[in-house]
């Protein structure tokens, strides 16, 4: 199994630009999709992006789109979310998460694991 520690998430006032990044442990990133979750409070858990084991396909949900980055880097095992504009609406706590398929976690949210969050947080 892997094991996934985020880290870069604070506070930031609307419209500006944080960077998460998350180091994994336990086994060869290569071998995993990885992507980003988030969880508003009082909110279901939502997909926000994911990205093949070797990073040749990238998924993003809708509402972050153009916005959002996600990246790798196998050699170094971390995973990372640049973060742009941001919105009141992208307060939440993030999470890293890895599993099998990319485009199965952009459909279904299929992660096997993920990491202990990281809080985000936007407002003036």
């Known amino acids: 199994q892997v094991q996934l520690v985020e880290s870069g998430g604070g506070l930031v006032q609307p419209g500006g630009s944080l960077r998460l990044s998350c180091a994994a442990s336990?086994?060869?990133?290569?071998?995993?999709?990885m992507g980003w979750l988030r969880q508003a409070p009082g909110k279901e858990r939502e997909f926000v992006a994911a990205i093949t084991s070797v990073g040749g396909s990238i998924y993003y949900s809708d509402s972050v789109k153009g916005r959002f980055t996600i990246s790798r880097d196998n050699a170094k095992g971390s995973v990372y979310l640049q973060m742009n504009s941001l919105k009141s609406e992208d307060t939440a706590v993030y999470y890293c998460?890895?599993?099998?398929?990319?485009?199965?976690?952009?459909?279904?949210?299929?992660?096997?694991?993920w990491g202990q969050g990281t809080q985000v947080t936007v407002s003036s």
């Open positions: 998460a890895a599993g099998p398929s990319a485009s199965s976690a952009a459909r279904n949210n299929d992660f096997v694991y």
């Open positions: 336990g086994d060869t990133l290569s071998r995993y999709a």
